[in-house]
C-alpha cells in the first residue's frame, strides 16, 4: 500500500509541476491580466487559465516555448496548457490576435464564438484573426507563414483549410460561403508620439535657444523677407514715392516737398509722375432767412461803431 500511495503521491507532484510551467511573460502596461499570474514589477508571467484584456495598445506575450503571440489593442483572450506546455488553447473572446511562432509534432488551437481552429504542425504559423461585432471572423496568412490552418463550424459540420497566402473573411457563423477580402485582420499599427522638442513646441524651442547661448553657439538668423517686384511691361519704368499728406481745411496748401521735386527731375525721359489729388473743397451750407437777416443787422450795428 505504501508503495501504490508513493506511486500516486509522484504523480500528483509531477502533474501539478507540469501545470505551473509558465506559458509566457509579458509587460503590464496598459494591460490587464487576470487569473493565473506571477508579477515582478511591469512584467506578469503568464501560467495556464490567465485571461488578458488590452487596451489602446498592442500587446506581446514571449512565449516559454519560443514565439510571440501579440494580443490587439481592445482584445481579450484567454490561454490554456497542456500538461507538457507544448500545445495551447487560445479563447479569443473578442478583438484580434496575431501569432507568430513555430511548432514541432503538436499543435495549438484558437477558439472563437463561432469557429475552432486547428494550427497542426510542424511549421511556421504566422497567422491573423479577428472576431467582428456583427458576428464575421477574419483569418490573415501573414509574411513568413509556411502552414496551413483548418477552421471549422462549432455549430455544423463545416471545414475550410486557410492555406499560405491566403486571406478570407468568413459570416453568419459559416464556413460555406468564405470571402476574400483586403481588409487587415491582425493589430493595427501603432503611431509613435514624437517629444514635444521633435514637434518644435516653443518651449523647447526657448530651452534649446537658451542652451546655444550659454555654449556659446550662434544662433540661427531668419531668412530675409524678399518682396517680388510688381510684373511691368517691357519698358515701362515705375517709381514709388513716399510722402505723408496732411490736410487741414483752416490751412492753405504746403509748397511742394522739394525732395519730390529733386526725384522728380532725376526720374527719366518719358516717366510721367501721377498728379497727386487735391481733397475737394467742402460744400457751402446755404444760411436759413432769419440767419441772412441777423447778419444784415449785425453788419449795420458794426458800421455805426
Known amino acids: 500500500m505504501s ?16 501545470a505551473q510551467q509558465p506559458i509566457g511573460e509579458m509587460q503590464t502596461t496598459d494591460v490587464t491580466v487576470r487569473g493565473a499570474v506571477t508579477l515582478r514589477g511591469e512584467t506578469a508571467t503568464i501560467q495556464s487559465g490567465a485571461q488578458i484584456s488590452t487596451s489602446e495598445k498592442n500587446a506581446s506575450v514571449r512565449l516559454a516555448r519560443g514565439g510571440e503571440l501579440r494580443v490587439c489593442s481592445q482584445s481579450t483572450i484567454t490561454l490554456t496548457a497542456s500538461a507538457s506546455g507544448r500545445e495551447q488553447l487560445i ?6 490576435i496575431e501569432t507568430h511562432y513555430p511548432l514541432g509534432p503538436s499543435s495549438d488551437v484558437i477558439m472563437t464564438p463561432d469557429f475552432r481552429m486547428q494550427l497542426a504542425g510542424p511549421g511556421e504559423f504566422h497567422f491573423a484573426v479577428r472576431t467582428g461585432a456583427r458576428g464575421e471572423t477574419c483569418v490573415q496568412s501573414l509574411p513568413g ?3 496551413a490552418l483548418i ?13 499560405p497566402g491566403e486571406h478570407v473573411t468568413f459570416r453568419n457563423s459559416s464556413v460555406a460561403k468564405a470571402e476574400g477580402t483586403l481588409e487587415a485582420c491582425g493589430c493595427p499599427e501603432e503611431v509613435a508620439v514624437s517629444s514635444p522638442h521633435e514637434l518644435g513646441f516653443p518651449e523647447a524651442e526657448s530651452r534649446k535657444a537658451e542652451e546655444d547661448v550659454a ?3 550662434p544662433l540661427p538668423q531668419p531668412a530675409p523677407v524678399v518682396v517680388a ?3 511691368t511691361a517691357p519698358g515701362q519704368v515705375q517709381m514709388q514715392i513716399d510722402a505723408p499728406m496732411v490736410f487741414s481745411a483752416d490751412t492753405a496748401i504746403p509748397p511742394p516737398d522739394p525732395v519730390l521735386v529733386a526725384r522728380a527731375q532725376l526720374a527719366p525721359a518719358g516717366f510721367a509722375p501721377v498728379p497727386l489729388q487735391q481733397p475737394a ?4 451750407v446755404k444760411k436759413k432767412w432769419y ?10 450795428f458794426k458800421s455805426k461803431s
Open 215 to 217: 555654449a556659446g553657439k
Open 3 to 18: 508503495a501504490i500511495r508513493t506511486t500516486i503521491l509522484i504523480t500528483l507532484l509531477a502533474a501539478a509541476a507540469y
Open 145 to 147: 507563414n509556411s502552414a
Open 91 to 96: 479563447g479569443l473572446n473578442g478583438g484580434a
Open 151 to 163: 477552421v471549422s463550424e462549432l455549430m455544423g459540420d463545416g471545414a475550410h483549410q486557410v492555406k
Open 281 to 284: 473743397s467742402p460744400p457751402k
Open 229 to 231: 517686384p510688381a510684373s
Open 291 to 300: 440767419q441772412r437777416l441777423g447778419a444784415v443787422f449785425a453788419s449795420l
